[in-house]
């Protein structure tokens, strides 16, 4: 899942960033809102965390803009301003709950899995590849009977790869999902992973599911 967190003030960017990154998450960092609309616009994001209080652009004429251009991500709005006029202000404009500063990271992140579940009501929270299958809910990977433990990292990797099975996915794409939107495409980190990825994965005496399609990308497929 790829989150991005709208948030002027760098600690608080940094400590939500982190927290969210431990539990598995991949986040993209914008100080405003109109670096944030950018960065919706440019990319696919499951889960939108905003602040209102920015300069530029607002978190309320953020979302508004964001609900403009038919773009229906979930979006948490995270605030000081905690009057029941500025949470049903924050609803209206178009976000999906609002969570007052301060707060404690157990709640955010209980907020965020509700928002997302919401998001995939309508989708099979198992991925599955032959005998390889992914739990988002539980965040584990098994094969055959057998546990495998990815670090954040690899298990993005892996979620992107088992999201678009039997489809070709590109180093660039792979780099966009994982990493930092401004991370330098030009390195070899995501091969790196995949190597890494296949030891724990394609293990002995069973079939390689990972494969390269040389000068292109990667695809898992049955």
Do not use: W
């Not at 979302?63 to 979006?75: A, C, F, G, S």
């Not at 992107?160 to 780099?175: F, H, P």
């Amino acid at each position: 899942m790829r989150i991005l967190v709208v948030e002027d003030e760098k600690k608080v960017a940094s400590f939500i960033k982190k927290g969210l990154e431990e539990e598995f998450y991949q986040v993209d960092l914008a100080s405003n809102g109109r670096e944030g609309l950018e960065m919706v616009i440019g990319n696919e994001y499951d889960m939108i965390i905003s602040d209102v209080m920015m300069p530029v652009m607002n978190g309320i004429q953020f979302v508004k803009e964001i609900r403009k251009n038919e773009i229906n991500t979930p979006i948490l709005f995270l605030t000081i301003k905690d009057s029941t006029k500025d949470k049903v202000e924050g609803l209206d404009c178009g976000a999906d709950d609002y969570l007052t500063k301060p707060f404690s990271f157990e709640e955010l992140t209980a907020r965020v899995r509700s928002l997302l579940r919401r998001k995939e009501t309508q989708k099979d929270n198992i991925l599955a590849v032959a005998d390889l299958r992914m739990d988002l809910v539980a965040h584990k990977v098994i094969r055959t009977d057998e546990e495998i433990i990815l670090t954040p990292r690899e298990y993005s990797i892996l979620e992107y790869l088992l999201r678009n099975k039997n489809k070709i996915v590109s180093r660039t794409k792979l780099i966009e999902h994982v990493y930092d939107f401004h991370f330098d495409s030009g390195t070899n980190v995501i091969d790196v992973y995949i190597n890494k990825l296949r030891s724990k994965i394609d293990l002995p005496n069973k079939k390689q599911l990972i494969n390269t399609v040389r000068g292109v990308g990667y695809i898992i497929k049955e």
